[in-house]
């Protein structure tokens, strides 16, 4: 363990047991000599379920069909998670620690511990408690040099009554209720002078982002029982700085730099920060050490990015987001972790790398607040993040009629989770706003408290009253909607100017049910729960949603399914009509919002629901836990190209979409309507056309066209002038529009009276698509080149094709990076696409292609001359 001034270690291991088997006293079992036979080793963040799992303890997959629910009924020995839990770990100190301080931190609890170091009470589970709040304690009259006994009995929680984390209908209720130090416990050393909390503000010249005046803060913190004089010198942005400041005991000092005092932090022609796909991502480093007697006593760091975020509401009261004063349609998706709170940074970073590559800038979290790490690679990557709490426990308890009302302790640690969170978030760029409510907003006091304590903390981003349609008195309307959908609706819903039609902000809004890929569905679902999957709508899935839930049933997805596409005849059946539809569904809602985000009554955000999954889902995600790309992420990602071309459900129109800053000139435009033989109906071949930055242009709208088949295709490409692809894009659509049935709508979807008739696509005949495929390996960094080709002597379509990349043992490689897939081409047409991905000494893999009506195909990759 490092013992110098400043410096901060984790606890790296704990051993767990239940204080039913461990009942003896925090005193006892924090003195050293205590026996832990019998314990569970476990990780730093573990909760205890984590933990469980980690040591084996059950021997199912609890991720696979229902075994979850056998860790929920109590055993022989009883529930294991109704009585607290003791955490115990052992850290060495050095013997040169004169003048030092050591301090514990906790960086929240679920859902509250009591606290001992080497049989001292340091605090207790009142002092301890919710998920998200960071208490220092200081701990240097109970350690000394040599080991020393850290341990936690951490009380069991209950997202109904304490302010924790929950998971409503999005997966089952973790057994143990995440309980345990989720977020990890460190042990600090500090001199007498300790510096904490450092931020640093910036105010940027708009339009022309020439200048950016800095602010950067520290708190200093006397420890010692004498006065002592500190000097602060620091880095920020290269410009050095100093200040010499007098404490007296126990005093805390806020140490402040601003242009005014240090000219220098004016800064001219500063980098500036950009959201995904509109710029650059470049971070500052702040550095501050505190002296105290000619020896260094604390040192504190930060990142932080120069950027502006403002928000206003449009004529029609919904908010618009602005960045370094440019408008920005925010497109994301809802983000969880993992159900057992499993920290696990390599698959953080692999998730980050799928959003940059689905074209999203944006992510919200509703609650289920993750760590440093996460808005690391936000900053880094230019995701932006809408942070906010959750919707439905004890978190909006207070703001429901017949809720239960907070008590004293209640807003206390939700006072402590705001400040804690808004030191954590505020010196992120990635950051753009709290959403201080949910599914309500906060009442009044509560409300007050929230903007107040984020105010008190510099907080410069915009204060979102809640993610529905409600408002208070500090934040004003909210500017959101929360009007649903949540379960099946057809792609022409999204055109709408209804409910959750692409207007204004929707906050949570989806088709509902993403089918994972055949692969995976035999990965989580039982023989039985597969079979009823294509079979038996009405039966309740576990891995739908949770059982009380209306989402644990897809009977709207399955029927819809069977109506436009045909009857399922198994479940690979099943499976393939669900890519189809997920696709078309998911490219459609962020098309129409694309589509009218500088229209007259302007969509300004849409978060698909959801990003990702908790555990394996049929529910709700872009792409699986398996982390499996499937339909709804190539349609997202169709959807969401840089530059795109796509068509319009509502007025046939052919529109461009810029999402970039930069104007695109000289652009060609390809135009096919096509019959389901292939044979062209109309076309249009548009040359010389410009694009503006950040905007949206319409082509043209097609004309009604007479003897088309029942199910045609639309064919869009786009090219640069000299012919470089840009964008492709292809629709499958009926004659018989999808027709929905308003004024049957409830809160999670709207019916409909009559189906799109797409079942024709079932009668297409094989096609035949040649593979060449080339591999380039450097080190651990694998790209991989496809190029499809449909000979021209071919007979049909080849539709849907979907192309994965397996090891040579079998397995999948994921996560993995495509530039594009699950393409369509007719005869004589060829594309080529890129795929991504870091493995080391796993041999030449295979690649595998697959269709709506091609047989499958196993190509050996062939390494690059």
């Not at 924090?30 to 573990?46: C, E, I, N, Q």
């Not at 701990?139 to 109904?160: E, K, M």
């Not at 020439?210 to 200093?220: P, S």
């Not at 002296?291 to 029609?316: E, H, P």
Request: aromatic share 10%; with cysteine.
């Amino acid at each position: 363990m490092h013992d110098d001034p400043g410096s901060s270690t984790a606890i790296a291991h704990w051993q767990i047991q239940s204080t039913d088997k461990a009942q003896q006293s925090g005193a006892e079992i924090s003195t050293l000599g205590f026996s832990t036979k019998g314990w569970y080793p476990v990780s730093d963040r573990a909760t205890v379920m984590a933990g469980l799992l980690e040591n084996n303890v059950y021997k199912d997959d609890v991720f696979y069909s229902d075994n979850l629910r056998a860790v929920q009924v109590p055993d022989s020995s009883g529930n294991l998670f109704v009585n607290p839990w003791w955490y115990r770990t052992e850290f060495t100190l050095a013997g040169n620690t004169h003048r030092l301080h050591t301090l514990l931190r906790t960086n929240g609890m679920i859902a509250s511990a009591d606290v001992w170091v080497n049989g001292h009470l340091v605090a207790d589970h009142a002092n301890v408690a919710g998920a998200y709040p960071v208490h220092e304690f200081d701990v240097t009259p109970w350690v000394h040099a040599g080991s020393n006994i850290l341990a936690l009995r951490v009380h069991p929680g209950d997202p109904r009554r304490s302010l924790s984390i929950g998971w409503v209908d999005w997966n089952p209720t973790p057994p143990d209720n995440n309980m345990g130090p989720w977020r990890g416990v460190d042990i600090v050393h500090t001199g007498p002078v300790q510096l904490r909390f450092p931020e640093v503000t910036s105010t940027l010249s708009l339009p022309d982002l020439a200048h950016a005046a800095l602010t950067a803060k520290v708190e200093a913190r006397n420890l010692d029982t004498v006065a002592h004089d500190a000097t602060i010198t620091g880095d920020v942005a290269g410009v050095s700085l100093r200040q010499t400041i007098h404490l007296t005991p126990g005093q805390t000092q806020t140490v402040t730099f601003t242009s005014k005092t240090d000219p220098g932090l004016d800064l001219s022609h500063p980098n500036i920060w950009w959201p995904n796909g509109m710029g650059a991502h470049p971070l500052y480093a702040l550095q501050m050490t505190a002296t105290v007697d000619g020896a260094t006593s604390d040192k504190a760091n930060a990142t932080f990015g120069i950027r502006s975020v403002s928000s206003q509401l449009t004529k029609q009261g919904y908010r618009q987001f602005f960045v370094n004063g440019k408008p920005v349609l925010i497109r994301g998706g809802g983000w969880a972790p993992d159900m057992f709170l499993r920290d696990d940074p390599k698959r953080m970073e692999a998730e980050f790398s799928y959003v940059q590559n689905l074209g999203l800038n944006t992510i919200r979290s509703e609650g289920k607040l993750e760590n440093e790490h996460f808005y690391e690679l936000a900053d880094r990557d230019g995701i932006m993040i809408l942070a906010g709490w959750e919707c439905c426990d004890k978190w909006e308890s207070a703001a429901k009629t017949g809720g239960s009302p907070w008590d004293a302790a209640d807003q206390a640690v939700a006072k402590d989770s705001m400040a804690s969170e808004a030191r954590l978030l505020r010196n992120h760029p990635s950051v753009i706003g709290f959403l201080i409510g949910s599914d309500n907003a906060p009442p009044p006091a509560i409300a007050k408290m929230y903007v107040d304590t984020l105010h008190a903390a510099d907080w410069q981003t915009p204060i979102v009253a809640a993610a529905a349609d409600q408002g208070t008195a500090e934040t004003g309307p909210s500017g959101m909607k929360m009007a649903g959908p949540y379960a099946w609706i057809p792609p022409v819903y999204w055109y709408t100017d209804q409910l959750g039609g692409a207007f204004g902000f929707d906050s949570e809004v989806s088709a509902g049910a993403d089918i994972p890929r055949l692969e995976d569905i035999t990965r989580m679902l039982s023989p039985q729960e597969q079979e009823a999957l294509w079979k038996y709508p009405h039966v309740r899935q576990y891995h739908a949603s949770a059982d009380w839930s209306p989402f644990a049933r897809i009977d709207d997805f399955d029927n819809a399914l069977a109506q436009r596409y045909g009857a399922p005849k198994d479940l690979a059946d099943y499976v393939a009509k669900a890519q189809l539809d997920n696709y078309d569904n998911t490219r459609a809602q962020f098309e129409a919002f694309n589509a009218h985000m500088d229209a007259a009554k302007p969509s300004t955000g849409v978060i698909y629901w959801m990003l990702n999954n908790a555990w394996p889902s049929l529910h709700w995600h872009l792409y699986d836990y398996f982390m499996n790309p499937a339909g709804a992420y190539f349609g997202a990602e169709k959807a969401n190209e840089p530059v795109h071309i796509q068509y319009s459900y509502d007025t046939h129109a052919i529109v461009l979409v810029n999402q970039t800053l930069t104007g695109e000139h000289g652009l060609q435009a390809s135009i096919r309507v096509r019959k389901l033989d292939g044979s062209v109906a109309y076309q249009q071949h548009l040359k010389d056309i410009d694009l503006d930055g950040n905007r949206t242009r319409q082509l043209l709208t097609l004309p009604a066209l007479a003897g088309l088949s029942r199910t045609y295709f639309i064919e869009l490409d786009l090219a640069t002038a000299d012919g470089k692809p840009v964008s492709r894009n292809v629709y499958w659509l009926s004659t018989q529009p999808d027709t929905l049935d308003w004024a049957d709508s409830n809160w999670y979807l709207t019916p409909l009276t009559q189906y799109a008739d797409l079942t024709a696509l079932q009668s297409l005949p094989a096609a035949a698509s040649e593979v060449h495929t080339t591999i380039q390996q450097a080190g651990a960094e694998n790209t991989v080149t496809v190029t499809l080709t449909v000979s021209a002597s071919s007979q049909t379509v080849a539709l849907f094709q979907h192309v994965s990349i397996k090891r040579a043992d079998g397995k999948l490689v994921l996560p993995i990076v495509w530039s594009d897939n699950d393409v369509t081409l007719w005869p004589g047409e060829s594309i080529t696409l890129f795929a991504h991905y870091t493995e080391e000494g796993s041999g030449m893999p295979v690649v595998e292609v697959s269709g709506w009506n091609v047989p499958s195909q196993h190509i050996p990759v062939k390494a690059t001359p």
